[in-house]
């Protein structure tokens, strides 16, 4: 099984920035994409970003133009810049991945979350 290790949550003042960090670990798996989600108190959780395999992006409109999701050197990793945070942003942040083994069968793993607060 695929396990996902997220880093790089905290606490920053609006107009502040962070950087999200996912690392997909296991053995004889490929990424088809991979993504990151927010939940905030009494919310449902929302996707924030995605990234697939063939390099397509897709972001919340509440996001673009502030976030950026990107891939590492190691395919198995993707960050999530986020720049000119605001208030609204606070939640916990979930890496998301579509994993597929090496015998084709394919699964949705999650991350334990991360925090990000922003404070106004």
């Known amino acids: 099984q695929v396990q996902l290790a997220e880093s790089g949550g905290g606490l920053v003042q609006a107009g502040g920035s962070l950087r999200l960090s996912c690392v997909a670990s296991?053995?004889?798996?490929?990424?088809?994409?991979m993504g990151w989600f927010r939940q905030a108190p009494g919310k449902q959780r929302e996707l924030v970003a995605t990234?697939?395999?063939?390099?397509?992006?897709d972001y919340a409109d509440s996001v673009k133009g502030r976030f950026t999701i990107s891939r590492g050197n190691a395919k198995n990793t993707v960050y999530l810049q986020m720049n000119n945070l605001k208030p609204e942003d606070t939640a916990v942040y979930y890496c998301?991945?579509?994993?597929?083994?090496?015998?084709?069968?394919?699964?949705?793993?999650w991350g334990q979350g991360t925090q990000v607060t922003v404070s106004s």
């Open positions: 990234l697939t395999s063939s390099g397509i992006t």
């Open positions: 998301n991945a579509q994993v597929r083994t090496d015998t084709l069968a394919t699964y949705v793993r």
């Open positions: 296991g053995s004889r798996f490929s990424i088809n994409a």
